[in-house]
């Protein structure tokens, strides 16, 4: 199975800050990289499909980028709202997960 | 306006088997290509895939859990079914069911969730 690594693991950062999250394939996967967001005791919420496409809804502030195996998801203001954890997921599996925390 | 909503039991005792139900709206499991999935997260850690089933019944399960799982699905009652036996408390988890995206590989509609703890 392929294997998804998200660094980092915690990440903490400030209102208005830019902060980018990175999610690493054990082998290509083209662009089939999906990411999420979650808050405690909710579901995850998709925002970004095949790698870099904004699923409606989602503020424009967040972003995909990458192909093959390196992927990213910027936030380009953080806003109080972002504080969240944020997972990427390729078919059937999932980063670890990186929590964004409030500096 | 699609839903998916998660039922069963909140608690089940070691070896017993859990039967969760995935009841959905707002689409049929009928449609070419309609996908979902069950997706589980312990507390505190990452989220799992466990199975998925499309219209046409094309099934799947986790590698490592194949032999303990068995997902279906009644199209006329719009709902998924997942069974797991041999319960373990390392099972303890929120388990999730959610539509697959129609060609992208994702998840795009989910249930609240459902919290099952194993405990005797």
């Known amino acids: 199975d392929i294997q998804m690594t998200q660094s980092p693991s915690t990440l903490s950062a400030s209102v208005g800050d830019r902060v980018t999250i990175t999610c690493r394939a054990s082998?290509?996967?083209?662009?089939?990289l999906a990411w999420y967001q979650q808050k405690p005791g909710k579901a995850p919420k998709l925002l970004i499909y095949?790698?870099?496409s904004l699923e409606s809804g989602v503020p424009s502030r967040f972003s995909g980028s990458g192909s093959g195996t390196e992927f990213t998801l910027t936030i380009s203001s953080l806003q109080p709202d972002d504080f969240a954890t944020y997972y990427c997921?390729?078919?059937?599996?999932f980063g670890q997960g990186t929590k964004l925390e409030i500096k | 306006q699609v839903t998916l909503k998660e039922s069963g039991p909140v608690l089940v005792k070691p070896t017993e088997t859990l039967t969760l139900t995935c009841t959905v709206s707002?689409?049929?499991?009928?449609?070419?290509?309609?996908?979902v999935s069950w997706i589980r997260q312990p507390p505190g850690k990452a989220l799992e895939w466990l199975a998925h089933?499309?219209?046409?019944?094309?099934?799947s399960y986790s590698t490592s859990l194949k032999s303990r799982l068995a997902i279906s699905k009644d199209t006329s009652k719009s709902q998924v079914v997942l069974t797991m036996t041999n319960m373990d408390p390392v099972d303890t988890a929120t388990y999730y069911c959610?539509?697959?995206?129609?060609?992208?590989?994702?998840?795009?509609?989910w249930g609240q969730g459902t919290l099952v703890t194993v405990s005797s």
């Open positions: 959610a539509r697959i995206c129609s060609s992208t590989s994702c998840y795009n509609y």
């Open positions: 707002g689409f049929s499991l009928s449609n070419a290509r309609m996908g």
């Open positions: 089933i499309f219209s046409n019944d094309e099934k």
């Open positions: 082998q290509s996967i083209s662009s089939w």
């Open positions: 095949k790698a870099s």
């Open positions: 997921q390729h078919n059937r599996t």
